[in-house]
Each structure stands twice: as structure tokens, then as C-alpha cells.
């Protein structure tokens, strides 16, 4: 499985952007539970936000509830993570992470996940 991301940017704080992350596979798509991560400069990798394939069920980091939104579109094997009021504090390379369906996941974990996407880089300046 490969995981294309895009959509990062420079914006200023207070602004909007989405990401997309688009999953495929040289053989029949099986279904991926799917989330996303990210890196600031000098930080360790944090969880965003994660997705469940079955039931669309969302997590979120608590700091960045009530400001981004994850959404999927199985047809399209796509995942989006749309952030609003965005703070300076967001700025890093942002991470899609999809792994195979389990019935003990922890999303917020990066070791619970099977295949990683490339980063898209978000800068929210002041």
C-alpha cells in the first residue's frame, strides 16, 4: 500500500487548509483504518488525528479538538484532515498512516500502524 499526501502549505494563523491522503495498492484495496501524525522540527513524532474504516469513528488529539476534522471517502481510498483556526503551534510536516484493520488499535499510537505516507509540510506563521 502506498500513501500519497498532499495539500500542506504556508498560511498565516487563523487560516484554513486540508489535507488529503489518497491509499493504493497494485492489487485488490482492502479496507484501512487510517490517521494522521505529525513532526515539528526538533519534536518527536505526535499523534493528529485517526479514522476507522468500519463505523468512520474519529479520534483527536486534545490539542487539536474542535479545530481540525477528519473525514474519509472509502470510494475514493482517501482521507482528509481539514484544519481551521490554525495556530503557529501546528507547524510541522504532517504524516498519513493507514494499517490494516485490528480489533485492539490504538490510533494514537505509531506503532499501530503498517504503512506511512510521505509529509506535507504546514508553516502557520504569526
Known amino acids: 500500500v502506498q500513501l500519497q499526501a498532499s495539500g500542506g502549505g504556508m498560511v498565516q494563523a487563523g487560516a484554513s487548509l486540508r489535507l488529503s491522503c489518497t491509499a493504493s495498492s497494485g492489487r485488490t484495496f482492502a479496507p484501512l483504518d487510517m490517521g494522521w501524525f505529525r513532526q515539528a522540527p526538533g519534536k518527536e513524532r505526535e499523534f493528529v488525528a485517526a479514522?476507522?474504516?468500519?463505523?468512520?469513528?474519529?479520534d483527536y488529539a486534545d490539542s487539536v479538538k474542535g479545530r481540525f476534522t477528519i473525514s474519509r471517502d472509502n470510494a475514493k481510498n482517501t482521507v482528509y484532515l481539514r484544519m481551521n483556526s490554525l495556530k503557529p503551534e501546528d507547524t510541522a510536516d504532517y504524516y498519513c498512516?493507514?494499517?490494516?484493520?485490528?480489533?485492539?488499535?490504538?490510533?494514537?499510537?505509531?506503532?499501530?500502524?503498517?504503512?506511512w505516507g510521505q509529509g506535507t509540510q504546514v508553516t502557520v506563521s504569526s
Open positions: 498512516a493507514a494499517t490494516a484493520p485490528r480489533l485492539a488499535w490504538s490510533p494514537k499510537t505509531d506503532h499501530d500502524y503498517d504503512y
Open positions: 479514522i476507522r474504516y468500519s463505523d468512520g469513528n474519529t
